[in-house]
C-alpha cells in the first residue's frame, strides 16, 4: 500500500508498533453492495473450486456445500483448464496463487473456451490491491473475492454472478 511501518522496542519496557498508509477515496476500493445471499437457489449449482491450499479447499467448499452446491476441487490452474474441458460447471472460482498455471493465466485460457455468459469466473485470492484486481478482470472474471473468506461475501459474489450472466 506504499506504506511504512515503525517499531520501537525496548527489552523490559515494551514494544510500540505503528504504520502509515496514504489512502484513496473509499469509492476506488470497495464495490457497490452485493444483493443478498438468498436471492437465488445455489442448490445442485456445479462449482469448479480452483484452490491449492487445503485449508481454503475445506474452508469454502464446506461453504458451498451446505448451500447445495456439488463443488469440484482441483489444485492448480492446468488442472482447472483441464476440467472444465472435460465436465460442465456453473462456476469457477479460481485462487490467484497456484503451482503451475496461476489464475490469471487460467482464466485467460478458460475464456479461449467459454464466455463469461457461458461460465462465469470469481477469483478468489488473497490480494486486495486494485492492481490485481484489475488484471483478473482484464483476464476476463466476472466478480473479485478476497481472502480470508466470509461466507455471505462469497455466496453474494456467487449470486451476483449467476443473476448477471
Known amino acids: 500500500m506504499g506504506g511504512t511501518i515503525y517499531i520501537k522496542s525496548q527489552p523490559q519496557k515494551g514494544s510500540t508498533f505503528k504504520f502509515q498508509v496514504i489512502l484513496r477515496h473509499p469509492e476506488r476500493f470497495f464495490s ?3 444483493p443478498s445471499p438468498e436471492v437465488i437457489d445455489l442448490h445442485d449449482i456445479r462449482v469448479l473450486l480452483a484452490e ?3 485449508i481454503n479447499q475445506t474452508v ?3 461453504i458451498l456445500s451446505r448451500k447445495g452446491c456439488l463443488v469440484t476441487v482441483v489444485d492448480s ?3 482447472a ?5 472435460k465436465a460442465a460447471f456453473d462456476l469457477v472460482l479460481m485462487d490467484g496463487q497456484m503451482p503451475e498455471m496461476d489464475g490469471r ?3 485467460i485460457h478458460i475464456r479461449r473456451l467459454f464466455s463469461k455468459k457461458e461460465l462465469p469466473i470469481i477469483a478468489v485470492t488473497a490480494s486486495a490491491l486494485r492492481e490485481e484486481e484489475e488484471e483478473f478482470f482484464e483476464a476476463g472474471v466476472n466478480g473479485y473475492v478476497t481472502k480470508p473468506i466470509q461466507a455471505k ?3 453474494s459474489a456467487i449470486t451476483k454472478c449467476l443473476t448477471l450472466t
Open 60 to 62: 469454502i467448499k464446506t
Open 77 to 79: 490452474g492446468i488442472k
Open 32 to 34: 457497490p453492495p452485493l
Open 105 to 107: 493465466e487460467a482464466t
Open 81 to 85: 483448464v483441464e476440467a472444465v474441458r
Open 52 to 54: 491449492d491450499n487445503l
Open 153 to 155: 461475501t462469497l455466496i
